[in-house]
């Protein structure tokens, strides 16, 4: 320590704990209890469709491949796949979001419903639904076509959707922001929230998947959950090593004030800031990468479910590096199953969980 003040950050315990031994029976006995609990989630939802097929030929009309489709499917997207990883897991979903009202929207609903997600919307006249449209030929994604309208959500539309983030949540102590920059999440939508739990009186864990440009707006939650460039962009500082990790996670516990925050390492695993200086690193048990596409919502998903079945924030966090590393081994945005995730506990190693500050 350079000075005796410091010595009031840490107890003699912190001092002497430089790593956390992780009980693999005892996690995988945690997973049996994320059935049943309630999350709430709000923020932007969207459809992914999926064309797949093959690409054997270049088009006589331009200098492009010519993908001859043999399947089209759709899966949602956004906030959506949030709230069907938390189902999968057995946990129970508050989907809220805003949708167009054409048959886009339609097809969204019978999604959700195919999912088994539970979903309100503020069904709004004129905006699209969002639609993301990926062509794949032989496991390569060639092409993505977005469809969509960014504008903010405000007026009465937002008073709208406010009030069902306040029904939704009523019985939830997790609540789950997942921001895609698609017009849900906007300044005055985050003072709603808080106006909420201020007349409410009690306030929910609120954890926020960051869009960049909004990183700003976060001010005061329970813990954002950025990846490494996010957290990059949002500190304005490189993440490339340990040291510029953890300057930039300081940096962003100065300019937002939140509780914790966890950021996401790709194949270097998790960093959880317990506090500005407290931060833990859980390393991947990935065994292969295939496609990173949707472990955000995953990780999330899965650190929001464990909170609200009153799990520890350290293993709710070690059990979603075990989820994400599950799903990066999928082609697409993949959800995990309680018996796919006590497995990997089970056979994969007990990551080593060290303290870092």
Known sequence: FKTPSQLSYYTLQDVLMVNYNINGAALGAQVARLAGARVCVVGDVMIDEYLVGDAQRISPEAPVPVVSVSEDRHLVGGAGNVAKNIRTLGGVPRLVSVCGNGPRSALLRRVLLDEGVDAEFVEIQGRPTTLKTRVIARQQQMLRIDREETSPIGGQHLDDLLRLVESASADCSV???????KGVVTGEFMDGLEALW??????????????TPNFHLYRNVFMPTPNAKETSEGAHLPTGTREEILAAGRAIFDKLHCQHLLTTLGPKGMALFEAADKVWHIPT?????????????????????????????????VLANYAAGIVVGQVGAASVLPDELREAIATLPVPHVDRWA
């Open 198 to 211: 201020a007349r409410r009186g009690t306030r929910p864990a609120v954890l926020v998947d960051p869009k």
């Open 285 to 317: 048990t990935a065994r292969s990468v295939f496609d990173v596409t949707g472990a955000g919502d995953t990780v999330i998903a899965t650190v929001g479910l464990a909170l609200a079945a009153g799990v520890d924030l350290l293993e709710s966090c």
């Open 175 to 181: 609540v789950i922001v997942s921001d895609y920059g």
